[in-house]
């Protein structure tokens, strides 16, 4: 290992559209109650692109706040990464647009998409680039348009999502950083939670289709173990942990995933409330959220996680 073998986050950004749809909005366009998704999910409101915006948008906000807060310099970012299933190109990758639009050249930049767990895996990916001495200083940004995607006649899945995006800024250290980010995926269960791509079907197979409970069983069952196993790996009794950054899919899979690791909700960052589902974007949006309204401290221990389309999953053990 070279000196300067860890990964550390020195600034984070992020971005919400202005539009905002409430679960009062919603009455009006499905069959559904403010208090049936309230009580079933935590979600009291989501924000959404207007229809002149598109995902580039947010994706270079989000950015341009991360680098900002990271105090450095666009020349000094040698990798780029974006995570996302909603760019408005099929290509070239959002991270290309976004190299372009921050007047950066000649450096790596790529998509990946591995849905809701895209920032868990983005933090695996820059770590590895960090430690085997390929980066210094890599700009992740987690970004979603799931509005687009959306099926606006289907109550079981229009009033879970919204649009956003989160970013990061990691740089190579000499101290951590990243502890430890485990990822993982099993692509048998793809027909849970897909939209296939409008090239080749019509349009409303196009758009989300999700099995509700089936997904709810499996999400809190696998969140529960990816958390156990990072606190596991690195030793850290629950005490030592200062906060956990869940996926924000559902109020009740993130209640359940603190329970499993005796965590108080207090120490929980929630922002369901506010945001919905925004798929790759959640936790680094939750984490920026946390970071700026000064909840999460530099020093401090952080445990993110996250489950999604594939099924994918992920879990990440951070000092900040
Ligand atoms: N408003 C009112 N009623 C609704 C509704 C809505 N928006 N959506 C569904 N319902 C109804 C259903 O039709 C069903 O009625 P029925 O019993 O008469 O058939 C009833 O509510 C219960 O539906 P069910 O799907 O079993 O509810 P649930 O408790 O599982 O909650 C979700 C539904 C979608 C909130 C929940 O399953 C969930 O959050 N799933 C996982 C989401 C997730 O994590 N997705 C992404 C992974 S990253």
Request: glycine share 8%.
């Amino acid at each position: 290992m070279n000196n300067l073998s860890y990964a550390r986050i020195v600034g984070t950004g992020s971005f919400s559209p202005k539009k905002i749809l409430t679960n009062k909005d919603l009455e009006k366009i499905v069959d559904t109650s403010d208090e049936w998704i309230t009580e079933r999910s935590g979600i009291k409101q989501r924000h959404i692109l207007s229809e002149n915006e598109v995902l580039g948008d947010m994706v270079y906000d989000a950015a341009v706040n991360a680098i900002d807060a990271a105090a450095i310099d666009r020349s000094q970012i040698d990798l780029i990464i974006v995570a996302s299933a909603t760019n408005e190109y099929s290509f070239p990758s959002a991270a290309c647009i976004l190299q372009n639009r921050l007047g950066i050249k000649n450096i790596p930049a790529f998509d990946i998409n591995a849905g809701c767990t895209g920032f868990i895996y983005q933090l695996n990916i820059a770590n590895q680039y960090i430690q085997n001495g390929s980066a210094k200083c890599v700009l992740l940004v987690a970004a979603e348009a799931l509005s687009k995607v959306t099926d606006w006649t289907d109550r079981g899945t229009c009033v879970l999502f919204g649009d956003g995006a989160g970013a990061a800024v990691l740089v190579a250290d000499t101290k951590p950083g990243i502890r430890s980010v485990t990822i993982g995926a099993d692509g048998s269960y793809k027909d849970l939670l897909y939209a296939k791509d409008a090239m080749y079907v019509e349009k409303k197979d196009a758009l989300v289709h999700m099995a509700g409970s089936e997904v709810f069983k499996v999400a809190v069952k696998k969140l529960g173990e990816i958390a156990n196993h990072s606190l596991e790996i690195n030793n850290l009794p629950i005490e030592k942990l200062d906060w956990l950054i869940p996926h924000q899919a559902n109020m009740r899979i993130i209640q359940a995933t603190a329970k499993r690791i005796n965590l108080p909700m207090e120490r929980v960052i929630v922002t369901i409330q506010d945001q919905g589902n925004t798929s790759a974007s959640s936790v680094p949006l939750a984490l920026d959220t946390a970071i700026r309204d000064g909840r999460i401290k530099r020093g401090q221990t952080l445990l993110m996680e996250a489950f999604g389309a594939g099924f994918t999953w992920g879990s990440a053990l951070v000092d900040y």
